[in-house]
């Protein structure tokens, strides 16, 4: 069963600092792995869709990459603003369509 | 486009009463699911559909039934609410491929569901 892990579950930086967020998964037979953001109360919105034949995928300030072999991925955030505070969440897309998710990790960019 | 809409937002139930959450895309995606996601339990599959007539259980289905009549609809239905059952609901959809991968999830807004 595919178990995906996200460390640390709470990250506080200060406004412009570079940051990088961790996923794992431990089985690496997977399609895709995707990341998103979740603001309190709200639903869920993708930020990076990664197919297992990619080994990275970037938007504005963002940059994903997915090794397979190590079963990890990263989310790179550059130069952090506060709009970036939100729950991060990873999730691993396996065969018969099953999403495996993380339990996501909390960052809060201080002023 | 709305993309994934689900009504109502907030929702208060007793013990033994029945409901149903909508949920509706106007994406044309063939795959939809339904989740819950509680405090330190992060996001569980309750149902999917890939497709209209075509549904399945996910991780947690126990009390929960779903139907796909149409590509944009997937329902989910609580048959006797239990205080068990609070959560936030979240409804989901994507493309799939013939392999039976997902492709981009795109999430509604979520139903926040409390049983007394």
């Known amino acids: 069963k595919q178990e995906v892990t996200q460390i640390p579950a709470a990250l506080s930086v200060p406004e412009g600092e570079n940051l990088v967020l961790n996923c794992s998964f431990t089985d690496s037979a997977i399609y895709n792995l995707q990341w998103f953001r979740q603001d309190p109360g709200k639903g869920l919105t993708s930020l990076l869709l990664i197919q297992s034949s990619q080994r990275e995928q970037t938007s504005g300030r963002l940059n994903a990459s997915l090794d397979k072999s190590s079963g990890r991925s990263t989310l790179y955030i550059a130069a952090s603003q506060p709009g970036d505070s939100a729950t991060y969440l990873c999730?691993?897309?396996?065969?018969?369509?099953?999403?495996?998710f993380g339990k996501g990790t909390l960052l809060t960019v201080n002023p | 486009n709305a993309g994934v809409t689900q009504t109502p937002k907030f929702q208060v139930l007793k013990t033994g009463q029945s409901m149903t959450l909508q949920c509706a895309q106007d994406m044309n995606h063939e795959y939809m699911s339904w989740y819950r996601q509680d405090p330190g339990m992060g996001l569980r599959l309750i149902h999917y559909s890939v497709g209209a007539g075509i549904t399945d259980q996910g991780e947690v289905p126990n009390g929960y039934n779903v139907s796909r009549s149409t590509t944009e609809d997937f329902p989910l239905r609580l048959l006797s609410a239990a205080p068990s059952q609070t959560s936030v609901y979240f409804c989901a959809s994507s493309s799939w491929t013939s392999g039976g991968a997902t492709g981009e999830q795109f999430f509604g807004p979520g139903t926040r569901l409390t049983v007394l």
């Open positions: 999730a691993s897309g396996g065969s018969n369509y099953k999403l495996t």
